[in-house]
């Protein structure tokens, strides 16, 4: 019976691991991420400022702020799920028998 | 955000019935006004509205097409409506033969408005409801929440 000896990577596979993500576009999910975290909060401050307007009777259709209410709420909820998914992945790889 | 044309489009649909409430109030509102405030006779109103886009039907089946879409408004126009003749010869607007024109506004009519209004209204916020949802749900694929 030929059993097949456990191959360890060959020396400098490393590196092509490595190239995969470039550091350049290693930056890309982080400046993705701030550029979502930057339009969320832009979301929540109109929201806010609807709201505001609002109770100063400033605006004439109360629709439009309780729909700016529910893109913002939604908008949160997504960025929240991405940063569970996020961190999700990242306690798996902590948990990872070395 | 493509998800968000939905709300778009729904948004839209709400601000045509909100304003079609307000000329069905101002109407009935206006049920015994002999004129208006520059002096001309009130007149009946009307919301004329249509789709926002002029596209050929089979573009609105393409997603990219629904950004904006919607609903508009696009003027109040007078009804059609001769005015309403009273004989109220003490009126201090009555002319010549003693007859007072009140506009012909037709109170039933208007009430009919007024619900239809307002189940339109409705239907719009249970389609952006429903959008709501959708997306809503579709944040808890692959979650434990």
């Given amino acids: ?98 | 955000m493509n998800y968000l044309s939905a709300f778009k489009i729904s948004a839209s649909g709400m601000t045509v019935e909100k304003a079609r409430l307000d000329v069905t109030a101002m109407n009935l509102a206006n049920v015994h006004s002999t004129r208006t405030a520059d002096g001309r006779a009130f007149v009946p109103m009307q919301v004329i509205s249509v789709a926002k886009q002029g596209a050929p039907f089979a573009s609105y089946l393409s997603a990219a097409s629904l950004h904006g879409a919607g609903a508009q408004v696009v003027g109040v126009r007078e009804r059609n409506a001769a005015p309403r003749m009273v004989y109220e010869p003490g009126h201090p607007e009555a002319d010549g033969k003693g007859f007072v024109a009140y506009p012909g506004v037709d109170p039933v009519g208007e009430m009919v408005n007024l619900i239809s209004t307002m189940r339109a209204y409705e239907a719009n916020v249970a389609a952006l409801n429903a959008a709501k949802t959708m997306a809503l749900k579709a944040l808890e694929l692959g979650g434990n929440t």
């Avoid at chain 1, 456990?6 to 995969?20: H, M, Q, S, W």
């Avoid at chain 1, 999910?29 to 979502?36: K, R």
């Fill in chain 1, 1 to 98: 019976m030929n059993v097949p000896s456990v191959d360890f990577l060959p020396l400098g596979a490393e590196g092509a691991y490595a190239t995969k993500s470039k550091p350049g576009s290693a930056g890309d999910f982080a400046h993705w991420l701030d550029q979502e975290f930057t339009e969320v909060n832009d979301k929540l401050n109109q929201a806010d400022d609807l709201v505001r307007k609002l109770t100063l009777g400033e605006v004439d259709n109360v629709h439009h702020v309780m729909i700016a209410l529910d893109q913002a709420r939604i908008s949160f909820q997504l960025l929240t799920q991405v940063r569970n998914k996020l961190l999700e992945g990242y306690q798996e790889i902590l948990r990872m028998s070395v």
